[in-house]
Structures are given as C-alpha cells and as structure tokens.
C-alpha cells in the first residue's frame, strides 16, 4: 500500500479490496505522529478514526451512495466538528467545543468519510504563512525552515508530507490557493456561495469560501462537488446543479482561449515563477489551447481594497468574542467593561488585533465613505475585469499563485505590508468571487514548488478542473511528494 497515491486512486484500491481502510488509517496515523515537527496537526482523532475504518471495512468499501466510505481526511481547525475542540489556532478558543458540525464536513461524512484530526492555521485564518497560530507554526515538508504559506498551511503541509489522501481549507483572499502553491499540490477555491459557510468560523463573510486540498485536481474535483449545493443554513449558498466535476470535460483543451493577464507577470515576481508558468501555459497550449493575451487593469487595487474590506468584515464578526458568549474569559475582572477588554486583550494575537484595529477605524464615521465604501467600489471595478475578459476574450485566465516560492519562516513576520503582498495574486479572484485552482507547475533553483493558477467565470468550476485534469495528465509535477518523506510508510 502506497499512502502517496492520490485519493481516487486510494477510493478505486478501496473498492476492489486491495487495501483496507484500517490499514490506510494507522498509516496516515502513524505518520502523522512520526511527523509531528512539522506542526501539522492541532489534534488528533485517532480512536473514532480507527473505529469508523473498521466500520468501513466491515460496510464495504465505497459504494455509488457512499463513494467516500472508508476514506480519512484532515479539516483545517476553523470548520466546527461536534466532536473534539474547534480552535481557530486562537487561545481564545484554545477549549471551544461547538454543539454542531459545519455543512461542508458533515457532507463528507455522510459519503462516508471520517476526520483524521484538525490542522493548524494562521490564527482566525488572517495570514499567509503560518505563522500566526497562536499554538505553534507550521514548516513546510520541502524545507522545513520554511513557512508552508498561509492560512491553510497546516491542510497545505499535511498533503505535500501525504499525512492525511484529503484535507479542506478556507479561502478568503488565497488561503486555499497560496499554501496548495507554496507546499506542491492541488488546492480549489470554488465560486463565492457554491459550498456552505455554515459552520465556519467567519473572517470576511463576503469572501470566505471553503474547499478542498489535495494531490491531484481529479480528487480536489470528487471532494468540491461533494461538499457543493444549496444549504438552508447559509442564505448566500447557492442553488445550480453540480455534475460530476471528476469527470474532466472533453477535449477540454482544443480551442480552449486561455487569457494571460499583463498584470501577472510583472518585475516584482522570481524569474522561476515566470518561467514555469509560462511553460505550464505552453503544454496546455501543446494540447490544442490558444493563448491570447489580457488586461486585468484594476489588479494593482486589490491588495489594499482587500485589506479594507476584509478587515471591516473581520471586525464586525470578531465582536462575538467577548468572554461572556463566546471565548476563554478573563479571570479577576471588575465589572463588565473590563472583563471585556481583558478578555480581548488576552485572547487575540497581534496580526487578529491589527485586523481589527482596522477595521473599525475603516468603519467607523466619517472615515467610512472615504475607505470602506471606496473599497467597496473598487471591488465592483475588479469584478467587471473578469466579467469583461471572460465575455469578450478567454475562456480560462491562467497566471501564477503566488509571486515567490516559499519564504524561510521569520522572514516577513515583523513587516505585514510584505507579507500582505504575497498574496496579490489570489486577492483579485477572492473579491470577484470566481473560482480558482491552484496546480503544480515546476520547481525553482532550490527545489521549492511553484503554483500554477487557472481562474474560470462564476460557477465553472467544471471547465477549470477539467483544464487542471488535462494538464496533470501529461505532467507529474503533483505526484511529486517531497524528499526526505519516505516514499512508502513504515
Ligand atoms: N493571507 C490573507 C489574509 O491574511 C488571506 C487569508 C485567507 O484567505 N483566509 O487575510
């Protein structure tokens, strides 16, 4: 047994019986312990996983109705589980245990799958590279004195070391697509509404969306449109049909108008970034593509319309966290203005405080027009961008995730502005709400993965992962698992 095979491959071994899901079980188990310095990992659900393996084994194995039983997956620690603490990677939620399970987990459950534990994360998902989870960071399995990216770096990290055939992730501003960059795999932001937020712990509810993270765009696809549809408890969940994503559409490639936005590929960014993008970009083109170049004018926006935006948003949903509803409270405390402000004090971490800081100063009268609506016009401006390359030029726009491999852990953490600018990249989709993946195209001179991002018009998912299915198919680049992992479990 191979725990480095991608997942629908796992499924496939699962159901002829060539494996069984305890065994696949203990092995990601016992690997994630053998790893634990990779910082992975806030908890572990070793005994209900074992229980449901066994349980798979005896049901049988994945069936139509349950085409995940038996398979284990890691959830990134803002998705509340019934079971267990949901963290955030927040002292302040250090013992929270939520009475339910969010809408994107449980539809995995239901398919049969089970939870191999919580991985770590930027606290409250504001970061890029990891290290603001108020636990401990997360390294990254390629050079472990680097950061595995932001804020799903514990998701991102768990499948570039192949602890866990599946992890999920949050987007609000790349946090999916980035770490899936920075780590060497495959990682899918959907369109904004198509899976539930129902269960997360929100940061910017107009961006947050929640996705899949894994070795290869085929098995990011079977997980998306799982855990995709309409949902009664999140009113901006979507209802439109979803189809088979796993089943790539054909000959997705020929004729296929790829737009190359100008704005990407910019002085600012590593020439091995350049390079592999732009030859990611040929072989899809060796396919029958046809490249045609593009203007995303409002690009060099987003970052700080982002910031305001977000930042708003975060300091509108972090006010629940008083002590008193929710949250570690503060001990020794007079009166309840101080139990509110020690609580606060206490509870959040720097880059949280800054985020809030923010956020209310964007909100608050008299500054409101001039930045939080200014913000929000802007956004409207970098939406029509794509509307109008989608309507008028390309089918896809592929570009890079990120402008840099991953950066040594301690580098950019004293000076946010740096750290926020990683992210220029993903940002754009993020406030359009467009969905985007995030492939394997290369490595640079160190050895260090490079992202390839494809990004579709609202609701084509299917088209992206069908193009990401083609490029995989003629490339091995995701089936690269980094070095000094074993390539078989003990
Ligand atoms: N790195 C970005 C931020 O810090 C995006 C985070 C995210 O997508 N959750 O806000």
């Not at 472990?144 to 949050?170: D, H, N």
């Not at 085929?218 to 999140?234: P, Q, S, T, V």
């Amino acid at each position: 047994m191979d725990r480095h095979l991608p997942l629908t491959t796992l499924i496939e071994q699962l159901g002829k019986r060539e494996i069984s899901s305890v065994e696949l079980t203990e092995q990601y188990l016992s690997s994630a312990k053998n790893r634990s310095e990779l910082g992975v990992f806030l908890s572990l659900n070793e005994e209900e996983a074992l229980k449901a393996a066994r349980q798979a084994d005896q049901d049988g194995g994945p069936s139509e109705e349950m085409p995940l039983r038996g398979i284990p997956f890691a959830i990134k620690d803002i998705f509340t589980t019934s079971s267990g603490v949901t963290s955030c990677a927040s002292q302040f939620l250090k013992d929270y245990r939520s009475p339910f399970t969010a809408t994107s987990v449980q539809r995995l459950l239901n398919a049969g799958a089970f939870s191999l534990g919580k991985t770590n994360l930027d606290e409250f998902a504001m970061g890029s590279s990891n290290e603001n989870s108020s636990f401990f960071p997360v390294r990254n399995p390629w050079d472990e004195k680097r950061v595995p990216g932001g804020s799903s770096g514990g998701s991102g990290a768990a499948i570039a070391a192949r602890l866990a055939p599946v992890a999920l992730g949050t987007d609000t501003g790349g946090s999916i697509r980035q770490p899936a960059s920075l780590c060497g795999i495959t990682g899918l932001k959907p369109t904004y509404g198509r899976i539930s937020r129902y269960g997360l712990i929100a940061f910017a509810s107009s961006l947050d969306q929640p996705g899949p993270m894994a070795v290869s765009a085929k098995d990011c696809a079977l997980i998306g449109r799982l855990m995709a549809g309409k949902d009664e408890n999140d009113s901006t969940s979507v209802d439109r049909p979803v189809s088979r994503w796993e089943e790539p559409l054909e000959n997705i490639c020929e004729g296929l108008r790829i737009g190359v936005p100008k704005e990407y590929f910019i002085d600012g960014i590593s020439s091995a970034v350049g390079e592999r993008v732009e030859a990611g970009i040929q072989e899809l083109e060796k396919r029958g593509a046809q490249r045609v170049e593009i203007s995303l004018p409002h690009t060099e926006y987003a970052v700080a319309t982002y910031y305001v935006v977000a930042s708003a948003e975060a300091s509108s949903n972090l006010a629940r966290f008083d002590g008193i509803r929710y949250g570690t409270r503060a001990q020794e405390t007079e009166g309840l203005m101080e139990l509110y402000t020690k609580s606060r004090s206490e509870g959040f971490g720097p880059e949280v405080k800054r985020r809030i800081m923010m956020g209310t100063y964007v909100l608050s009268s008299g500054y409101y027009d001039a930045y939080y609506l200014k913000a929000q016009k802007v956004r409207t401006l970098i939406q029509q961008d794509f509307q109008k390359a989608f309507a008028d030029k390309c089918d896809v726009i592929a570009c890079p995730t990120t402008p840099h491999t991953a950066f040594p852990i301690g580098e950019k953490s004293d000076d946010p502005l740096q750290m926020y600018l990683e992210d220029i990249f993903t940002i754009p989709a993020s406030l359009a709400g467009v969905p985007a993946i995030s492939l394997p195209c290369g490595f640079d001179e160190n050895h260090l993965p490079i992202g390839l991002q494809l990004i579709g018009p609202a609701w084509e998912e299917h088209r992206i992962l069908s193009v990401a299915q083609a490029f995989q198919d003629e490339t091995d680049w995701h089936l690269q698992a980094p070095p000094h992992t074993p390539s078989k479990a003990a």
